[in-house]
T-cell receptor, first 117, second 107 residues
Framework: GAVVSQHPSRVICKSGTSVKIECRSL??????MFWYRQFPKQSLMLMAT?????????EQGVEKDKFLINHASLTLSTLTVTSAHPEDSSFYIC?????????????FGPGTRLTVL | DAKTTQPPSMDCAEGRAANLPCNHS???????VYWYRQIHSQGPQYIIH???NNETNEMASLIITEDRKSSTLILPHATLRDTAVYYC????????FGAGTRLTVKP
């Protein structure tokens, strides 16, 4: 159990366009979802935390108007990179959290590789 | 702020035990120690977690010192497929990744 999927796994887009990435928890309900970004040879950087039905909380330095997050249901969160530029090319990873035995568990998706030309 | 400190890289011979250390001297009383690993171009994979006691599962063992300021992840019989970046994370609500340890298992 506790499977998280992402779609698409890979996307190439032109500069100036917007790209939407979906994150789904397949077999559990996730009250909280997290979005990370990872540049080559670097660690994962937390971008934002989203709770179902409320606005996302963005980390310092992450532009909320550029990275739109929607967490419309307990199994789906979307990240939209608006007006993408080459510097937005990165590996985007989501995770979904659930509480078990008083402890928060996080399960990660396989990631989405975005290339902006 | 990095809450954990790990060596940047380690090598291990195939079939031998891999012992990966992690320092987390500022850990709070209710924070768990989590270990994840990431194989190239994939999402992080959960390995194990613990609070105070040592833990073991089918993948690894986790040894936490009595003062909880450090821990060691043990892969008892490393294989080539265990080559990955291993992340030690402390927390309870969200996972904030440090630089991790790049483990290379060599034949």
């Amino acid at each position: 159990g506790a499977v998280v999927s992402q779609h698409p796994s890979r996307v190439i887009c032109k500069s100036g366009t917007s790209v939407k990435i979906e994150c789904r928890s397949l077999d559990f309900q996730a009250t909280t979802m997290f979005w990370y970004r990872q540049f080559p040879k670097q660690s994962l950087m937390l971008m934002a935390t989203s709770n179902e039905g409320s606005k996302a909380t963005y980390e310092q330095g992450v532009e909320k108007d550029k990275f739109l997050i929607n967490h419309a249901s307990l199994t789906l969160s979307t990240l939209t990179v608006t007006s993408a530029h080459p510097e937005d090319s990165s590996f985007y990873i989501c995770s979904a959290g659930k509480t078990s035995g008083g402890r928060n568990e996080q399960f990660f998706g396989p990631g989405t590789r975005l290339t902006v030309l | 702020d990095a809450k954990t400190t790990q060596p940047p890289s380690m090598d291990c011979a195939e079939g031998r035990a891999a012992n990966l250390p992690c320092n987390h001297s500022t850990i709070s009383g209710n924070e768990y120690v989590y270990w994840y690993r990431q194989i190239h171009s994939q999402g992080p994979q959960y390995i194990i977690h613990g609070l105070k006691n040592n833990e073991t599962n089918e993948m690894a063992s986790l040894i936490i010192t009595e003062d909880r300021k450090s821990s060691t992840l043990i892969l008892p019989h490393a294989t080539l497929r265990d080559t990955a970046v291993y992340y030690c994370i402390v927390g309870n609500n969200d996972m904030r990744f440090g630089a991790g340890t790049r483990l290379t298992v060599k034949p």
